[in-house]
C-alpha cells in the first residue's frame, strides 16, 4: 500500500522550522558556561560559577522552594474542584452542561493578562481585610494559579471520563451503590491516570505562571519565574541561563520518561 | 421520581465548588475591572473617549494588530511545513518532528525569551559569530524591537499553530491524494490543489487561534522588544503600575475581551470545537 509522504522540498522547509524551534534552546548552554559576569559567549574559557550562583545565591532557592509550595496547593486545589465538578457532569448529565463547562473553560480563553488584571482586583480588594490571603501573599499567589490551572485540570478530566464506558457505573448503580460510592469506587480508579495528569499539568503550570504573577507580587511572594523575570528585565544575569539549561534537561528528560511509559505519542 | 430529585441534588453538589470559587474568584472581581473602568479617576466614559482619542493608545493598538497579523502568517506557515512531516512522514521524521514541536512547547515562557536574547542581543550568538568571520563589523539591532518580538512571539506559538493543523491532516481522506497523484498530478500539484485545500478548516482554525494568542502576549514582548514595542497587554501593566492610571487599564482590558470574544464566536462558527483537537 503506497502511502502520500512528504517530498524532499517539505523536509528541507520542516527542518529549517525545527532548527528555528531548537535554537534558543541550544542558544543558553555556552552562556551558561561563560566565565563573564556578564550575558556573553565563552571566549576560550569555561566556568561553572553562574551554576554554583544559582545554589550560593539564597534567592534562587528561596524562590524555587516558595515555587513548589504554591505549585503543590494549587495543583491540588485545582484537581479537586476539577475532579468534582467532572464527576458532577458526567454522572449527572445536568441541563446547560456546555454553558457550565464553557464557563469553567473561561479562565483559559481570556487573554491572560485581563485575568491579570482581574486577580489584581480581588486580590487588592481582599488585602484590605486579610493580611496574609491578599496581594503579596503566597496564598493569594496559589489562589490565583487556581483560577488558571482549573480549566486545564477540568479538561483532561473530562476527557479520560468521557472514554470511560457508562454500562460500567450502570452496572453499579443497578446493583445499589451510592453516588459516594460510584464516584470512589468505580470512576475514580478508572480514571486515575487522568487524575495524576490533570495534578501534574496543574503543578507545572503554576510553576511557570508568570503573566499573572508579576501583577499579584511585589517583594514577599517571589516564585522562580517572578525572580527570573526580575534578572531579564534589569540587567541580564548569566545565572538564569545556567537556570534555564537545568530546566530544559528536566524538561526532556520528562517528556522521554512520558514517551517510554505511555508508549505512544504525548497529547 | 426520588431518584431523579436526588441526581439534581448530587450534581448541583458536584458542580458546586468549583463554580462558586469560578464566581468568586473571577466572574465577581471581573465585574469590578469593568466598574474601574466606568469609575477611575472620575466616573463617566472618559476612559473609553481616551480609548479612541489617545495618539499613544491608538498607535498600541494598531502595533499589535500588525504584529498579531505578521506573527499569524509566520507561525502557521512554519507549523504547516513541519506538520507535514509530524502527520505524514516516515515513523522516524514522526519521532524527530514530535520531539522538535513538543519539547519547545513544554519549557516556559522566560526560558524561550531568554534563549533568544541570548542568540539575537549584541553580544549573541549571532553577532558574535558574524562577527568572527568578519561578515559585519558592528553588531546588529536584532532584538529591543519589532524583529525580535515577531521572532520570539512566532516561536512561541508554532506548537499552538500544529495542533489544529495536525488534526485536520490526519482527519484527511489518503486515497484522494492517490488518486490525484494516479492520475497524473505532480507531487507540487497535488500539494497546492489537493492537500492544502483540503486541510483549510485546520488552517482557519490555527490562524485564528495565534491570532488571538498574539494579541494578549506579553512577557515575550516585554522582553524581547525592550520597552520600545509596547504591545497592548504590556500598556496594561504599565496603566496599572507605572502611572497608576487603572482606569485606563481596565479600559483596554474591556475593550480587549470584547474584541477577542467576537474572534472567538468567528472561530466557532467556521470551525467545530472538535476538529481543533
Not at chain 1, 449527572?92 to 488584571?117: H, N
Not at chain 2, 542568540?119 to 553577532?127: A, E, P, V, Y
Not at chain 2, 512561541?156 to 491532516?169: G, K
Amino acid at each position: 500500500m503506497p502511502t502520500y509522504r512528504p517530498g524532499p522540498v517539505s523536509l528541507i522547509l520542516a527542518v529549517l522550522v525545527a532548527l528555528f524551534l531548537l535554537l534558543p534552546l541550544l542558544a543558553v548552554v555556552p552562556v551558561s558556561l561563560t566565565p563573564s559576569r556578564m550575558l556573553a559567549m565563552p571566549t576560550g574559557e569555561l566556568s561553572l560559577r553562574h551554576y554554583r550562583s544559582l545554589i550560593e545565591d539564597p534567592r534562587w532557592i528561596q524562590s524555587i522552594l516558595l515555587s513548589i509550595r504554591i505549585g503543590i496547593v494549587s495543583s491540588a486545589l485545582s484537581t479537586v474542584l476539577a475532579l468534582s465538578f467532572s464527576l458532577g457532569v458526567w454522572m449527572f448529565q445536568p441541563r446547560f452542561t456546555a454553558a457550565l463547562v464553557g464557563f469553567v473553560l473561561l479562565p483559559m480563553v481570556v487573554p491572560p493578562v485581563v485575568s491579570a488584571v482581574t486577580l489584581y482586583f480581588l486580590l487588592t480588594s481582599i488585602s484590605g481585610i486579610s493580611s496574609f490571603f491578599g496581594y503579596d501573599t503566597w496564598l493569594g499567589v496559589a489562589m490565583a494559579h487556581s483560577v488558571m490551572t482549573v480549566p486545564f485540570a477540568t479538561v483532561l478530566i473530562l476527557v479520560s471520563l468521557s472514554q470511560l464506558d457508562r454500562r460500567i457505573d450502570l452496572a453499579a448503580r443497578g446493583l445499589g451503590a451510592g453516588v459516594w460510592e460510584r464516584a470512589t469506587r468505580i470512576i475514580m480508579p478508572n480514571i486515575k491516570f487522568g487524575i495524576v495528569t490533570a495534578a501534574l499539568l496543574s503543578f507545572v503550570l503554576s510553576w511557570e505562571e508568570i503573566g499573572v504573577t508579576l501583577f499579584i507580587t511585589s517583594v514577599n511572594a517571589i516564585t522562580l519565574p517572578r525572580l527570573m523575570w526580575m534578572g531579564l528585565r534589569d540587567n541580564i544575569d548569566p545565572a538564569i541561563a545556567a537556570l534555564s539549561v537545568i530546566l530544559i534537561i528536566i524538561t526532556v528528560l520528562v517528556l522521554a520518561a512520558r514517551s517510554v511509559i505511555t508508549r505512544r505519542p504525548v497529547p | 421520581m426520588r431518584d431523579t430529585l436526588s441526581d439534581r441534588m448530587g450534581a448541583a453538589l458536584l458542580m458546586a465548588p468549583l463554580l462558586l470559587f469560578l464566581v468568586l474568584a473571577y466572574a465577581w472581581p471581573f465585574l469590578g475591572v469593568v466598574k474601574w473602568s466606568f469609575t477611575l479617576p472620575t466616573p463617566g466614559l472618559g476612559q473609553y473617549h481616551a480609548l479612541l482619542t489617545d495618539d499613544l493608545v491608538q498607535s498600541v493598538f494598531i502595533r499589535t494588530l500588525r504584529i498579531a497579523a505578521i506573527v499569524t502568517v509566520v507561525s502557521v506557515t512554519a507549523a504547516y511545513a513541519i506538520t507535514v512531516v509530524w502527520v505524514r512522514g516516515s515513523p522516524v521524521q514522526r519521532i524527530l518532528a514530535e520531539f522538535c514541536i513538543l519539547v519547545p512547547f513544554w519549557i516556559s515562557v522566560l526560558t524561550r525569551a531568554f534563549g533568544w536574547v541570548a542568540l539575537l542581543s549584541n553580544r549573541g550568538l549571532i553577532n558574535t559569530w558574524l562577527q568572527s568571520i568578519g561578515f559585519i563589523s558592528e553588531p546588529l539591532t536584532l532584538v529591543r524591537n519589532e524583529f525580535g518580538v515577531i521572532v520570539g512571539m512566532s516561536h512561541f506559538l508554532i506548537p499552538f499553530a500544529v495542533f489544529p493543523l495536525a488534526s485536520a491532516m490526519r482527519s484527511l481522506d489518503e486515497r484522494v491524494l492517490l488518486a490525484a497523484r494516479g492520475l497524473g498530478s505532480s507531487r507540487m500539484r497535488t500539494f497546492w490543489t489537493v492537500f492544502v485545500p483540503m486541510t483549510r478548516s485546520g488552517i482557519i482554525g490555527s490562524a485564528l487561534i495565534v491570532f488571538v494568542f498574539s494579541l494578549g502576549f506579553f512577557i515575550t514582548p516585554a522582553i524581547l522588544g525592550g520597552g520600545r514595542s509596547v504591545m497592548i497587554a504590556e500598556l496594561i501593566y504599565l496603566r496599572i503600575f507605572q502611572s497608576p492610571d487603572w482606569g485606563l487599564g481596565a479600559a483596554i482590558s474591556v475593550v480587549l475581551v470584547v474584541f477577542v470574544g467576537a474572534l472567538m464566536a468567528l472561530l466557532f462558527r467556521y470551525v467545530r470545537p472538535k476538529q481543533l483537537v
